[in-house]
C-alpha cells in the first residue's frame, strides 16, 4: 500500500500541474519524473596478451581489485608497467585476478601509446597481460567518428557515422557477454584511437545523436559499415552467410571517393612470395563471384600446383583494397583493376558524404542504406 508520504507527493505533483501550461507540465516530467537513459559502459581491449603494458593516468587515481576493494593510488602523469603476477596480473605492489585503474576529477587513463576516457582493466590472458578500456558508449563515440570519418565532413554524413557506430557497438556488446572485450581497435570491429581522435565537430554529431540506434523487431542491428562500395553495395549473404533483411544491396553514391577505382600491379615472381606453395603464378581464374562482381573465391595456377583462396584471404594476401575487382596477364605481369575499399555491405561512407553534402540529413542516409531498419532511441 502506499504510504501517506508518497500519496502526499501524488497530489501536490497533480496540483503543480494542473495551475502550469501543458508544455512546462511535460518539461518538469521529463527532468524530474521520467527515467534517465541509462549509461552504457564497453569494454574496448586496446592492448592484448603482452609481456608488459605501460598504464597511467592524467589524475591520481584509484586502484582497485576485482572486488572493487582498494588496493592504492598511483600518482597524476606516473608511468606504471603492468605485468603476469603469481595471481593473474600484477601492478607495483599490488595483484589480483582483475585489476583496474579509475581516474579522479574526471582525468584520462593511458593504455599503451594512447590516452581513453573512462577506466582501465587489466587482466592476465593466456600468459600475458591484456589492457581493456572501459568506457562510456557515447564518450567511446567521439573518438570512433573521428577515427571512421573525416571530421570536416557535414554534420549529417558525421551523425549517419555515430548512429551506425554506436549500432555496431551495442550489437557487439549484446553478443559479447562469455568474452573478455566487446571491441577491439582496428578495423575488425570499429577503429578506435582514444582522445587523440576526438574532435569538436564529432563530439556534435554524437550529441545531436545521443542515444539513438538502428533497430530491426525491436534490437539492435550488425550496423556493418565501409569505406568505399565501387558503386554498388552488397547483399550480406553473397559476401558473408547468412541474409538479414537490412542489409541489401543499394546505389551507392561513392564515386568522388578517392579509392572508387585502383590499380595494382605484380610480377608472377612477386604473387609466387605472396601466395606460396605453388611455384610462379601463372594465372589467377575467378571461381565464384557475387553478383556484382566481388570475388568470393579464385583458382591461382602456378608451374608447381594449385590453390584456391576466398576473396578476403586473396585480399589479405595482396593487399589489396578491396574484393571487386578483375585480373589481366601479359608477359608474366598481372594488373590487378579494382573499385572501392572495404567489404561493400551496409553504409558506405563516402557515399554517406557525398549524400549529406547533396543536402540529405542522416535519417534518410540511413533509411538508404539499411533497409527495413528502424531508427530507435535506446
Known sequence: MASKRNLAFFAATLRFFARR???LALLVWLVLIAPAQAAVELRVAIKK???????????????RDETGR???????????S????????????WSGNRLYIEPTEEGYVWIGDNWYRGRTELIRQGQGVTAINRVDLEEYLYSVVGSEAIPSWHQEALKAQAVAARTYALYQRTISA????????????????????????????VKATAGQILTYHGKAILAAFHSSSGGHT???????????????????YDQRSPVFRWTKTFSSEELARRISGIGNVKALIPERTTPRGRIVTMRIVGDRGTKTLTGAQLRQALDLRSTLFTV?????????NGRGFGHGIGLSQWGTYYLADRGVNYQRILAHYYQNARLTQM
Open 328 to 336: 589481366s596477364a601479359e608477359n608474366g605481369t598481372f594488373q590487378i
Open 70 to 80: 582498494k588496493l592504492g593510488e598511483i600518482t597524476a602523469l606516473d608511468a606504471f
Open 49 to 63: 596478451n603482452l609481456d608488459r603494458v605501460k598504464v597511467g593516468s592524467s589524475t591520481p587515481a584509484v586502484v
Open 21 to 23: 501550461p501543458w508544455w
Open 178 to 205: 562469455n568474452r573478455l572485450y566487446d571491441l577491439e581497435t582496428t578495423t575488425q570491429t570499429q577503429v578506435y584511437k582514444g582522445i587523440s581522435s576526438e574532435y569538436i565537430s564529432t563530439q556534435e554529431a
Open 82 to 93: 603492468a605485468r603476469t603476477g603469481s595471481r593473474g596480473v600484477a601492478l607495483g605492489n
Open 234 to 252: 552488397e547483399n550480406v549473404e553473397d559476401v558473408w552467410s547468412s541474409r538479414l533483411p537490412y542489409l541489401r544491396g543499394v546505389i551507392d
